[in-house]
């Protein structure tokens, strides 16, 4: 069983800057693409941003493109969404999630067969 933990969310103001983590239990981390989802209230849970196992390869939705930027660190097992210039609209929660049997990103939600709990992210006007 594989158990995935988010932390580093939190309130800021538009134009701040936060970065969440997400660390994962398991030998095999780096076999795994990992992704990063959000779901606003009232909304369905959306891509933002995935990476492949090794770190190389990178993906992000349009929305979060050139202020978001995901990166890894297989030895902690652990990956990261460092999250800039944030703005209201990106108020949501944020799960982590590890892709299902390939080290290939996937921007679907289907693909992840193993999610964190989410950490609430709020950005003020």
């Known amino acids: 069983q594989v158990q995935l933990v988010e932390s580093g969310g939190g309130l800021v103001q538009a134009g701040g800057s936060l970065r969440l983590s997400c660390a994962a239990s398991?030998?095999?981390?780096?076999?795994?693409?990992m992704g990063w989802f959000r779901q606003a209230p009232g909304k369905e849970r959306e891509f933002v941003s995935a990476i492949g196992g090794t770190g190389t390869s990178t993906y992000y939705a349009d929305s979060v493109k050139g202020r978001f930027t995901i990166s890894r660190d297989n030895a902690k097992n652990t990956v990261y969404l460092q999250m800039n210039s944030l703005k209201p609209e990106d108020t949501a929660v944020y799960y982590c999630?590890?892709?299902?049997?390939?080290?290939?990103?996937?921007?679907?939600?289907?693909?992840?067969?193993?999610w964190g709990q989410g950490t609430q992210v709020t950005v003020s006007s």
């Open positions: 398991g030998r095999t981390f780096s076999r795994y693409a």
């Open positions: 999630g590890r892709r299902a049997y390939s080290s290939g990103i996937s921007n679907r939600g289907v693909d992840y067969d193993y």
